[in-house]
């Protein structure tokens, strides 16, 4: 058990890292380039070849990001390799930690949950990087890596809910954002849909397409949030059942996938409160 709390210290110190580099190197001004950068960076983490931009290398702090960003991805690897067996206990205990959080927030401000059918880390990064920026008062008060090796929403259901798993096949994302809306007494539970329909759309199309898209649909997610939380002071979970990830398919043509590889960003669902 005291690995499990190790290793979750660890992989949310990462996370935490990872945003505070990009808040103090990158500020362009320009949001959409912000977003390039970040799905950039993790792009070439998990690749380790360039998508958009063969520049990040001649700046040395953003190569330092992807430096950071690389390593990050090895300890999300090694624990799927070697803490297998542990991947439920892990996931409740970054579960556990999130809902401490949200104890500690007064009354007064309504709770919501959102769960996103496979937002990626760079998006939830990118998220939690424009609200530090834009809101300088503001410090995010919990963001988090959850593995889910499968990569896949059935596996994520199994980590949450491997009881009700057995008892129902039939259990939707929309039946545990409210089980995690019950637990935190939420006010409303949200399904953001818009990510997986377009990872099951995009086939062989260009890398800007894809990201351009990611980058409309993120800022969506964004705005929601922000109407959540300036229209009714709201605290706000976002959750991700699994990631994504681009694919190259020849000829300068991508595709989008979610998928079981332990070295790619499909593994990773996001937790944050903001
Ligand atoms: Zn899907």
């Known amino acids: ?94 579960l556990r930690r999130a809902y401490m959080v949200l104890a500690e927030v007064p009354e007064s401000n ?30 995010e008060l919990f963001i988090t890596p959850l593995i889910n090796p499968g990569g896949i929403t059935e596996t994520y259901k199994f980590i949450l809910e491997p009881h009700s798993y057995f008892q129902s096949t039939s259990l939707t994302l929309k039946d545990i954002a409210r089980k995690i809306a019950e637990k935190v007494h939420a006010k409303d539970a949200i399904v953001f849909r818009g990510y997986d329909e377009t990872i099951h759309r995009l086939r062989n199309v260009h890398a800007t397409d894809i990201v351009d898209e990611m980058y409309k649909l993120t800022s969506r997610l964004y705005s929601k949030i922000i109407q959540l939380k300036n229209g009714f002071s709201g605290v706000v979970m976002v959750l991700s059942d699994h990631g994504y990830d681009v694919i190259e398919r020849g000829m300068g043509l991508y595709e989008m996938k979610h998928f079981w590889r332990p070295h790619f960003l499909s593994v990773i669902a996001s937790l944050l409160i903001v």
């Open 1 to 94: 058990m005291d690995d499990i709390l190790e290793v979750t210290s660890l992989l949310i110190n990462e996370f935490h890292g990872l945003l505070s580099m990009l808040t103090r190197y990158i500020g362009f001004g320009d949001h959409e380039e912000e977003y390039k950068v970040i799905f950039e960076i993790f792009y070439q983490a998990a690749h380790r070849e360039p998508l958009l931009s063969t520049n990040l290398h001649k700046d040395a702090r953003l190569l330092g990001v992807l430096q950071y960003a690389r390593k990050f991805l090895d300890h999300v690897s090694e624990v799927i390799y070697e803490h297998n067996a542990d991947i439920h206990a892990l996931a409740q205990e970054m």
């Open 110 to 139: 309504p709770r919501y949950v959102i769960i996103c059918d496979g937002m990626s880390v760079a998006d939830a990064i990118y998220i939690a990087y424009r609200l530090r920026k834009e809101y300088k008062e503001y410090m």
